[in-house]
């Protein structure tokens, strides 16, 4: 079942109703203006105020239902969000493997991630009418553990072509449309650690980020093949170029990531459906069930 995305933009509360989550403005007289939606529908909630007030029966209902809560900072960016701690029953058993991995299985699978971010961007610039033959000859050339780091190469080649006529700079205080890419990555981090932890995995021990102060080293792994979908909308849309501060409605169309298509195998499926899929997948790898991590490629 696709999983609805909520975005909150404006102060007032949040709360739990029988099955419900509902918000309403600080009065709690004004019943007439609260709204609800059933949380097992829910899959993402983004709160951006400040002044906003969450019940702590409304947090744990969220997390019960593996919903990413995610919350804005002063500036209206994401900077936090919550992940529960049971989100698989197999999660023992499954974290585990995952920290049992060899060196060499993490090496494969780092590689598998490379060569399908590359691909994947090969694939955005092409949507994009930009023909490109350098990013898939660095796709194929990627070897376990990418000691060539053709990750980085890639990248480089792949934004100075996005920015077509306009010299672009991917720097995450730089000009726009950086600030779109940071607020368009950090949904697809969030709903990354939302499907790894669904799956009964570790977020903070990742294959191949490895950081001891960052809690979301495997989504950021993982969310690496994701990131051209993010891209491909955002210069698909000249506007992002000349916002210096998203407003609503540029962040209501990033928020639609979440529910774009995306093929998996030979299927259309939203990306955050995806998602799963992919993390699923992994966890066969770790278990030794599967060689392969199931990712995304466009439509």
Partial sequence: MLKRTLFFGSPGRLFIRDTLLCYGPFDKGAEQEIKSFPVEDIGCVVVEPQQMTLTSRCISALAENNTTLVFCDGSHMPTAQTLPFAGNSLTGKNTAAQLGSSEALKGRLWKQVVR???TNQARC???????????????????????????AVAARHYFKLLGLDDPFLREREGDPPNNALNYGYALLRAACARALTGSGLLCCAGIHHANQYNAFALADD??????????????????????PELGREQKARLLQLLVRDVRVGRELRPLSNALTFTS?????????EENDILFPGFP
Avoid: H, Q, T
């Fill in 280 to 288: 699923a997948s992994l966890v066969r790898c770790f278990l030794k």
């Fill in 125 to 151: 610039l092409r949507a994009l009418g930009i023909e490109d033959k350098k990013l898939p000859f660095l796709a194929d050339s990627v070897k376990s553990g990418d000691p060539g780091n053709n990750e």
């Fill in 222 to 243: 993982l969310m690496e093949p994701y990131r051209p979908f993010a891209d491909e909308m955002i210069f698909s849309e000249r506007e992002f170029f000349s916002v």
């Fill in 116 to 118: 399908a971010k590359i």
